[in-house]
Structure formats: C-alpha cells, structure tokens
C-alpha cells in the first residue's frame, strides 16, 4: 500500500495528497497518470500526476471531489494508505524547443498542466500561462507555475482575481500580441474544446490532455475511447494527449455526461448514510 505523507486543501473540495510511490516517481514524465483505488471494493480512478520528489520517492496526485469515490478519497489523511495505485500510464508529452508555448489551465486543470509547464520550460522555450477559474478561490498553484513561465494571465469569471473573462479571453490577448508556435490545454471538456477552436482560427498547434471516464486504464475496457481525426482512440493508451483541433469534444462531452444522474444519486445517498451515522 502507498501511505499519504501530506495533505493540502486548495480549496473545499480541492485536495493535494502528497503520496509514497517510490518507483512510481522514479519513472514518471510529463502527461503520465495513475490509477487509484480506495478501498478494497472501491471504484478505480484516473488521476494525472502534478508532480513528483524522485528523492522522497513521492508523487503529488491533486483530487476534486465529484462524486463518491473522490470524495473518500479527499477524506483520506496522513498516515492513511491508498489500497491500490498503478503507474505511470498513458504516452508521456512529448517535449521539445519550438518557441513561444501558451499553456492553458482551467480549474484542476491546472495540476496536471504544472509538470508540462515545467518540461518546456527546461527545454528552452518561452512559457506564457493562462490560469482560468470561475472565482479567485479556485485558482490553483499559481506560485508553482509562475516558476516555470516566464508570463502568468490570470482569468476568472467573476473578475475577484486578475483579468474578468474566460480563459480563450486570455488567449487571445496573448495571440493578438506575439506569435505562439505551441499551444496546450487542459482542463473542463468544455473548455478544451472552445480553447482548441480559439487556436484553431489562428493556426497555432494545439495539445489537449482529455480526462474521459477510465476503468482499467490499460486499453482493454475501451471506457476511454474518444473519436480523434475520424478514428477511435483510447485515451488511456494512445493519449491522454492529442491534437485538440482533431478531438471530437462534442461526442466526448456526451459521453462524459451519461452516468450523471447515477453518480449526483451515489453522492446523495452517501451524504445522507455519513451523516445520519453522525
């Protein structure tokens, strides 16, 4: 079992675990993921891993709570033990000199968009931010990533924190003012996909990181697939990146959206059983 070290709230339902997983932290790259199981009936999930201390032999995993089995796992604390955790997984980014890359987060989005910042970053390219959340608390490891960009745009919905707007808002002041060669993103489907069309018109090559429901996390489930350039890929094993302006968002928020109704019921019924018990 793999035993917590550390735990940070960023926010009420945004948690940072701090986990022992030497080989794990070893191993990983930019772009890779775990699979965590809480429990021992527990459900699998997919998390991207935002950073690792090879020397601790520690990864960071960064968890929101949005249902049942990420809310357990949130409710976990130091000294406690994950049941099950396998990694790396997925394609690592590939990471190369190309320039000016605009990376762009929204939300948690920016946890696994952290270590991709920092690979181009030490590959010699100029890295200009975009952090987008709704409010000024939900934005997420601000200080980490100003380390590794050399311009950090602040967007929240509501204005209570640097820029009023949207993340593609934020882009495209970016655009407008210099020449981008790379863009990546990651964050909400939703926000991928108006992010990808925003640097589509412009011409500017772009990566998306996709978080679409995982089982196994090996390419046998086939939970993951997503429709990219007309074919169908897994996202566990050919991604979890891609050439956003191929991605299908359309027929992967679909996809993303049909098990809500269950999952808001389990929550609830959950909710309601812990604090009866209270």
Known sequence: MNKIVAKEFFSENVVRLEIEAPRIAKARRAGHFVIVKN??????????????????????????????????LTELNVGDEITDLVGPLGKATHVEKVGTVLACGGGVGVAPLLPIIEAFKLAGNRVITVLAARNKDLIILEEQVRKYSDEVVVMTDDGSYGNKGLVTEGMEMIINREKVDLSVVIGPAIMMKFASMTTKKHNIPTMASLNTIMVDGTGMCGACRVTVGGKVKFVCVDGPEFDAHQVDFDEMLLRLSGYKGIEKEAELNYLSKNCNAK
């Open 39 to 72: 429990g021992v009936d527990g459900e699998r999930i997919p998390l991207t891993i935002a950073g690792s201390d090879p020397k601790k032999g520690t990864i960071d995993l960064v968890v929101q709570r949005v249902g049942v089995s990420s809310r357990k």
